[in-house]
């Protein structure tokens, strides 16, 4: 069965520092990876996705994550944090056969200290 | 614009008052999905529908009901709500299944059920 680790529950930085979020998962082969950003009283919004190829993706927002089968990690990435990023991060497992089952962390909340 | 409607926003009720949260998408998806979202949980999937008339139980069906009789509407229906039924609720819609292109999501209902 699949499964997504978020080690973090919360993190903080300095505005203008760099951040990386980890996501460990679990699967029998490369899945779909995701990450979403929820900000306060808001949904879900998608960062980036891999499914293959390249292992270095880029999303929106100034923000990538780093597919590494080795360590079975997507860590999520940004050179230089903003006031606005702050917010809570999930990342996302989504099988590639079966039942096509998609499951979620359990979240990493970023504070950014002005 | 391209979005996901979910309506009430919010919602307090008492225990046994059969209620409908509606879900609407004008993107012509394929895939709706519900999820609720607690603390420290992250999000888990209720039900979800692969297209119209065709739905299946996610990880957390218990209490819950869903209809898929238009592709653009998945309304959730709790028959008699509990208080253990307090939470976030986000319904999520992708172009088709498995969702690989990622989720797009509604701005959650938060159900207080007392």
């Known amino acids: 069965a699949q499964s997504v680790t978020q080690p973090d529950i919360h993190i903080t930085v300095s505005e203008g520092a760099s951040l990386e979020l980890r996501c460990n998962y679990s699967y029998g082969a490369t899945p779909y990876l995701f990450w979403y950003v929820q900000s306060p009283g808001q949904g879900l919004q998608l960062l980036l996705k891999?499914?293959?190829?390249?292992?270095l993706v880029q999303g929106i927002k100034g923000f990538e994550a780093e597919f590494k089968r080795s360590q079975s990690s997507f860590n999520l990435r940004k050179p230089s944090v903003h006031w606005s990023d702050a917010a809570e991060y999930f990342c996302a497992v989504g099988a590639t056969s079966g039942t096509y089952k998609y499951i979620f962390g359990t979240g990493t909340r970023l504070k950014v200290l002005a | 614009e391209a979005q996901v409607t979910q309506n009430p926003r919010y919602l307090i009720t008492v225990t046994g008052k059969k209620l409908t949260v509606t879900c609407s998408q004008n993107?012509?998806?394929?895939?709706m999905s519900w999820y609720r979202q607690d603390p420290g949980l992250g999000l888990r999937q209720i039900y979800y529908s692969m297209n119209v008339e065709v739905t299946d139980k996610g990880d957390v069906p218990e209490g819950y009901k869903v209809s898929r009789k238009e592709k653009r509407n998945f309304p959730l229906i709790l028959e008699s709500p509990s208080p253990n039924q307090t939470s976030l609720y986000f319904c999520?819609?992708?172009?088709?299944?498995?969702?690989?292109?990622?989720?797009?999501f509604g701005s959650g209902t938060r159900l207080t059920v007392v």
């Open positions: 993107m012509n998806h394929e895939y």
């Open positions: 999520a819609s992708s172009l088709r299944a498995p969702p690989a292109l990622g989720y797009t």
């Open positions: 891999y499914f293959s190829g390249d292992t």
